[in-house]
Nanobody, 122 residues
């Protein structure tokens, strides 16, 4: 089970941190991803971190502004979001994957958390 938290309302240019706590799975055996979904759209890849916690990957739209990290001791993955823009407004989901490489498709992930809403006001 994955439990995401940390969403909320923030002004453009501000920062927000999301957390995703895992239970009931061998967390250190999974790479972790963050996706986001706009109303009426498919979920899109945001970021991925390898199971060890080293090796991070980002969508071009968030590169340089978002930072993903994984704490295997705490069974938690984080997404630090800086310099937020109104177009970052979406529901954010965390997910776990055992796919080798850099999984960017939703079908690469077998476990999903519930979404947390991030709203960035202009």
């Amino acid at each position: 089970q994955l439990q995401a938290s940390g969403g909320g309302l923030v002004q453009a240019g501000g920062s927000l941190s999301l957390s995703c706590a895992a239970s009931g799975l061998q967390f250190r055996m999974y790479g972790m991803g963050w996706f986001r979904q706009y109303p009426g759209k498919q979920r899109e890849f945001v970021s991925f971190v390898r199971r060890s916690g080293s090796g991070t990957f980002y969508a071009d739209s968030v590169k340089g502004r978002f930072t993903i990290s994984k704490d295997n001791a705490k069974n938690t993955v984080y997404l630090r979001m800086n310099s937020l823009k109104p177009e970052d407004t979406a529901v954010y989901y965390c997910a776990a994957s055992t796919v080798v490489g850099v999984p960017t498709r939703t079908e690469d992930y077998g476990h999903w958390g519930q979404g947390t809403l991030v709203t960035v006001s202009s």
